[in-house]
């Protein structure tokens, strides 16, 4: 198994204590790797999965065909700091429209959402004007990913 250096990537949340005072702790960022739809193609969704726990993040990958409201859902109850989207299908638009809503509808959408996979160019100002803060195509390095998140958090 090949082992790479490790930094550990932290993000200082604050945190209420037991007398009502307000703490600060680092915790790892926290990525959900979702694919949504009925795409069955994750080679690219794990890769990214691996890279970026190799990189120091918390990964949480929810595996295949997953909804958006299931994706909304696992995102909130695993308090993900970022949701990443890998879509080959096609439905990108849809999918990420759908995910979106129902993170507003949650009051959660402090999320940031990436997505990525086959995005045509004409449709990449579409999605950042859904509220996707990062879109990456097919074969963008995983360290570039993970400096996007790093600096975005």
């Given amino acids: 198994m090949l082992c790479l250096n490790q930094t550990i990537i932290l993000k200082t949340v604050e945190i209420s204590d037991k007398n009502g005072g307000i703490m600060n702790q680092e915790r790892k960022i926290r990525v959900l790797i979702a694919?949504?739809?009925?795409?069955?193609?994750?080679?690219?969704?794990?890769?990214v999965a691996y890279g970026l726990r190799d990189a120091g993040f918390e990964v949480i990958y929810t595996g295949l065909r997953q909804s958006p409201v299931q994706i909304c859902s696992a995102a909130i109850q695993e308090d993900v700091d970022v949701i990443g989207l890998s879509i080959l299908s096609g439905a990108h638009l849809s999918l990420t429209s759908k995910l979106i809503s129902c993170l507003k509808e949650q009051d959660a959408d402090d999320i940031m959402v990436l997505v990525g996979g086959i995005i045509p160019d004409e449709d990449?100002?579409?999605l950042k004007a859904l509220g996707v803060s990062g879109i990456f195509t097919a074969g963008t390095p995983v360290s570039?990913?993970?400096q996007f998140i790093k600096e975005s958090i």
């Fill in 124 to 126: 990449i100002n579409k």
């Fill in 35 to 47: 694919k949504p739809g009925l795409d069955g193609h994750e080679r690219g969704a794990r890769v």
């Fill in 144 to 146: 570039e990913i993970a």
